[in-house]
């Protein structure tokens, strides 16, 4: 299913898929109050109100107060105030990664610690299959987190 997005400078974009649409969301890219089309029905939508997109939504309180001197308002046109701005660093260390990856490598600790669920499993099995061998595979990701190679499960770098 296609969509296309009017931006915060009025102009409109796509078509894109919803994949694009998630990612933009991640980004910060697309806010709560982003209007989005439905290319098959023409049906325009705030983004907060597409069921893939809301999980990826801060909450944002958009323009609350509705007048001047409200902690809140934005004037008309100058898009959404938000206390809640999205970062593109992830929650995750740096450090507790590697750490993870260089102690505890084999069982895929650092993976789980990252979110990658699946690659965290393989590791175990790759570990158990080859006796202990496939753990130099969870040591050297271990030096790759503490050098910032990896990101999380959503893409983004750890933090320091």
Not at 9 to 23: A, C, N, R
Not at 117 to 130: A, E, K, N, P, R
Request: proline fraction near 9%.
């Amino acid at each position: 299913m296609a969509y296309n997005v009017i931006g915060a400078d009025g102009h409109e974009y796509g078509p894109v898929e919803i994949s694009m649409l998630q990612q933009w969301a991640r980004e910060g890219r697309i806010q709560a109050n982003t209007i989005v089309t439905d290319m098959e029905t023409g049906v325009q939508y705030q983004a907060n109100q597409v069921p893939e997109l809301m999980p990826l939504l801060p909450f944002q309180p958009i323009n609350p107060g509705g007048y001047p001197g409200y902690p809140g308002y934005v004037p008309p046109g100058q898009g959404v105030y938000s206390p809640y701005a999205p970062t593109n660093k992830s929650t995750k260390s740096k450090l507790v990664a590697g750490l993870l990856g260089l102690f505890f490598g084999s069982l895929g600790i650092h993976r789980f610690y990252l979110g990658y669920t699946t690659i965290g499993i393989l590791q175990i099995i790759v570990t158990f299959v080859t006796c202990g061998f496939g753990g130099i595979w969870g040591f050297i990701e271990g030096i790759m987190c503490l050098t910032g190679n990896i990101p999380d499960a959503d893409g983004r770098p750890l933090d320091d």
